[in-house]
C-alpha cells in the first residue's frame, strides 16, 4: 500500500513543477521537468521487480510504440491552441493520440 504512496507523491511532484515552471513562463524547464525520465526510470525499475526483464522488454517496447502518437499530440495542441482555443486543441490532440496509438498498436 505504502508503494502507492510513493508514486502518488512522484507523480504529483512532476505535475506540480511543470506547472509552477510552466506559469511563471520558463517553458523549458517545464518541458525538461514533465519530460525527465524520472518516471520511466522508476516504472523500468518497479516492472523489473514485481515482473521481471521479460516485463520491462514488453514496456519499453510498448512505450516506444506511443511515441509517435504523443509527439502528434504535442504538435497539435501547440498549433492549433493559439488557433481553436485549449480545450478544442487537448481534445483532438488526445483524439489523435489514442485512434494513432490503437493504430500503431495494430501494427505489432
Known sequence: MFQFLGYFLVGG??????????????????????????????????????GGKDSVITYARSLAYCFPAWLLYVCAVSFLCERIGIWTSLAIGVTLYCVTSVCLGQLR
Open 13 to 50: 511532484l512532476v505535475v506540480s513543477l511543470t506547472t509552477y515552471f510552466g506559469s511563471k513562463g520558463h517553458g523549458f524547464v517545464a518541458a525538461f521537468v514533465s519530460m525527465f525520465p524520472s518516471l520511466t526510470v522508476l516504472t523500468f525499475f518497479l516492472i523489473f521487480k514485481t
